[in-house]
């Protein structure tokens, strides 16, 4: 079983930062960060192997965001820095339990989701 358990969403200006939290439980391969804005698709934003170092990002975010982990305290981050309006999005902590296949697809695991809100 896994559980997962996202922190640090919130509203800032546009060229702001935020730290994202996700405290992970159970067994997981590979965790990711997806996010989801309002009449929009869910679309992956970063992923990272587990225990690992190699990470993925989605073109829009490469070079502003940056996903890492603390293994042993079992916690996951997202650090966006140089928000834009268009990264205002429901931000969801993911989990999934193989490492076969296409990185982005197959999560199985989700956490509550923590609302950010970029304005300009």
């Known amino acids: 079983q896994v559980q997962l358990v996202e922190s640090g969403g919130g509203s800032v200006q546009a060229g702001g930062s935020l730290r994202l939290s996700c405290v992970v439980s159970g067994y997981t391969r590979i965790l990711g960060w997806f996010r989801q804005a309002p009449g929009k698709e869910r679309e992956g934003v970063a992923a990272?192997?587990?225990?690992?170092?190699?990470?993925y990002y989605v073109d829009s975010v490469k070079g502003r965001f940056t996903i890492s982990q603390d293994y042993a305290k079992r916690t996951l981050y997202l650090e966006m820095n140089s928000l834009k309006p268009e990264d205002t999005a429901m931000y969801y902590c993911a989990a999934k339990k193989h490492t076969y296949g296409d990185v982005w697809a197959d999560f199985g695991y989700w956490g509550q989701g923590t609302q950010v809100i970029v304005s300009s």
């Open positions: 990272i192997y587990t225990g690992g170092r190699t990470t």
